[in-house]
């Protein structure tokens, strides 16, 4: 009897420490907890930068400026980004992951055709980049020096282009499943990286009301390439 007890005892008290949920450790919660603030301070960092920028320019904008409009040191502002370009690679990332996180929450613009489903996917990004349209311009001058960390060439802009180019491939995949193109691969998610390039440029160029210009010829641009790639496709 007492045997029979025992074991049922140890039974229950197996059973309660294998149900029993895991707790974090302080030292997770800690790093958890430093994460967040560096977070909060990058994107305050940001914020202080972007409204220097708007008012006097990427250029003329010193990192001792943003550093004090941010509320710290200047040497504390290296610690988080060494350079004004390490603001920009930050700001475009944040930008670019905003732009995906809308994507994936819209379950409607997920059930649309493709070239709606990209011409979404341009449009908010723009609409995102809108009130930077200056900033953006000198940014874009900078990434033609092939020093430039914003370079295409460089390997931070590679990394944050990676991500982006991902989630293209991930979007085409899902047309090519459905059957509204044949199988396009990683070029495809290539050229149409390329072709949200060319029309950023095209964006920073256009002075017609609202960017109308920039507006019709992304959507027949899309429709047209959708149409070229149903019905040529390609061949490896």
Same mark, same amino acid.
């Given at each position: 009897?007492?045997?029979?007890? !025992?074991?049922? $005892?140890? @039974?229950? #008290?197996? =059973?309660?420490?294998? %149900? +029993?949920?895991? %707790? &974090?450790?302080?030292?997770? $919660? +800690?790093?958890? *907890?430093?994460? @967040?603030? $560096? ?15 708007? %008012? ?5 904008? #010193?990192? *001792? ?17 060494? #350079? ?14 905003? #732009?995906?996180?809308?994507?994936? /929450? ?8 493709? &070239? ?21 311009? /000198? ?6 020096? &092939?020093?430039? *960390? ?8 590679? @990394? ?10 991930? =979007?085409?995949?899902? +047309? @090519? +499943? ?5 199988? =396009?691969? !990683? ?23 609202? *960017? ?16 070229? =790639? ?7």
């Amino acid at each position: 009897m007492t045997a029979a007890c !025992d074991f049922h $005892k140890y @039974e229950s #008290t197996h =059973v309660l420490l294998m %149900k +029993a949920p895991s %707790k &974090p450790s302080a030292r997770k $919660k +800690a790093s958890g *907890k430093r994460h @967040e603030n $560096k977070e909060k301070t990058k994107r305050a960092i940001l914020a202080a930068a972007l409204a220097l920028f708007a %008012k006097k320019g990427f250029y003329r904008t #010193t990192t *001792k400026e943003i550093s004090k409009k941010a509320g710290i040191a200047e040497g504390t502002l290296f610690n988080y980004f060494e #350079t004004k370009e390490d603001l920009a690679l930050y700001f475009f990332a944040l930008e670019q992951a905003e #732009t995906i996180a809308g994507y994936e /929450a819209d379950h409607h613009l997920q059930r649309a055709s493709l &070239p709606e489903k990209l011409f979404a996917i341009i449009h908010r990004f723009l609409d995102r980049l809108a009130p930077y349209e200056e900033f953006i311009g /000198a940014v874009y001058w900078r990434a033609l020096t &092939p020093a430039s *960390k914003l370079s295409p060439w460089s390997l931070q802009s590679q @990394e944050r282009n990676l991500h982006y180019l991902q989630f293209i491939r991930r =979007v085409l995949a899902q +047309a @090519e +499943a459905d059957g509204e193109i044949p199988r =396009v691969g !990683d070029f495809g998610a290539y050229a149409f990286g390329m072709f949200h390039a060319a029309i950023i440029t095209f964006w920073l160029q256009d002075s017609s009301p609202g *960017k109308e210009k920039t507006l019709a010829l992304l959507d027949r641009c899309l429709k047209l390439g959708t149409h070229l =790639v149903r019905n040529g496709g390609w061949e490896w």
